[in-house]
């Protein structure tokens, strides 16, 4: 308990110092229902004058967006859903329908229209004036992975009017279990037996079980996957959810798709850590 103890207090001397440093406008913690975002969620509510915020990519498990309403409202958490296609006019079926599904080079468009725009639409919401931040918190932990993935090991960013905090980037995975358990946390069904959340299931990285895996917990949405596949096949696009198009579609692509420029995707860590850049090429 010691060494719990000590880890919250690092995490409170993070957000307070940030808090210092830049005085925004308003605090969103980001609660995907995965485990790092509950501890962080819980940490960060439990002490300040705080929102949670959670990203629907209008493509993922239900059961995940249920057990994020129902924790926000046991627990008197003022919820922000933004949504991908309702919010930001960004429908994933139209997108995978157009240009088939992304594999993990084209997973930066996935960010961008389904996460990013999302971000921004929230931080508009909130933003008062004109050079307003508005503080993002994380459940981003340490991990040599996320190197590869782009990540930089930063704690604290700022990007534009957006201020990131990753405040529990030091706990390991066993603090993490400590505090869950010291606080009698509920987690979320579909982490357990997925271990990811399953918020989206865009399919850049997806493997070729975890659609079975998907069925298991949610048999409408890995029926509606497969349903999507279909469609997909038929407008042209001849590979599946899981799988990536071949370089030299990838290539006649570039001229159709903007490619962004590789940068850390912070509310997909946890896709990306295990992906080296290598494969993402």
């Not at 389904?114 to 050079?131: S, T, V, W, Y």
């Not at 782009?150 to 995975?173: C, M, P, Q, S």
């Not at 599946?240 to 159709?256: D, M, S, V, Y």
Request: hydrophobic share 35%; with cysteine; glycine share 8%.
């Amino acid at each position: 308990m010691k060494d719990l103890n000590s880890a919250i207090a690092k995490s409170i001397e993070i957000i307070d110092e940030a808090l210092q440093l830049f005085n925004p406008v308003s605090m969103q913690v980001g609660f995907s229902g995965g485990t790092d975002s509950l501890v962080v969620t819980h940490l960060v509510m439990s002490r300040y004058e705080a929102e949670v915020f959670h990203i629907n990519t209008g493509i993922g498990v239900e059961k995940t967006r249920a057990y994020v309403r129902k924790t926000c409202k046991e627990n008197d958490w003022f919820l922000n859903e933004i949504r991908a296609k309702e919010d930001c006019g960004k429908d994933y079926e139209e997108m995978v329908l157009d240009h088939g599904f992304p594999g993990p080079a084209q997973h930066p468009i996935m960010y961008r229209n389904l996460k990013e725009r999302g971000i921004r639409e929230l931080c508009r919401r909130k933003q008062n004036n004109r050079g307003d931040k508005i503080m993002l918190l994380t459940g981003i932990r340490e991990d040599e992975s996320f190197i590869r993935s782009g990540y930089k090991n930063d704690v604290v960013k700022t990007v534009g009017r957006e201020l990131w905090v990753n405040a529990i980037y030091h706990f390991t995975k066993s603090l993490k279990q400590e505090y869950i358990d010291h606080y009698e946390l509920e987690v979320n069904p579909v982490s357990k037996l997925l271990g990811i959340s399953g918020e989206c299931l865009c399919g850049a990285f997806a493997g070729k079980s975890e659609l079975d895996l998907v069925r298991i917990i949610e048999p409408e949405t890995a029926d509606y996957i497969e349903d999507l596949q279909a469609k997909v096949w038929d407008s042209g696009h001849h590979w599946l959810w899981h799988e990536k198009p071949h370089a030299t579609l990838i290539n006649e692509k570039r001229g159709q798709i903007p490619l962004i420029k590789r940068e850390a995707a912070l509310l997909c860590v946890g896709c990306t850590k295990s992906n080296s850049m290598e494969e993402v090429e």
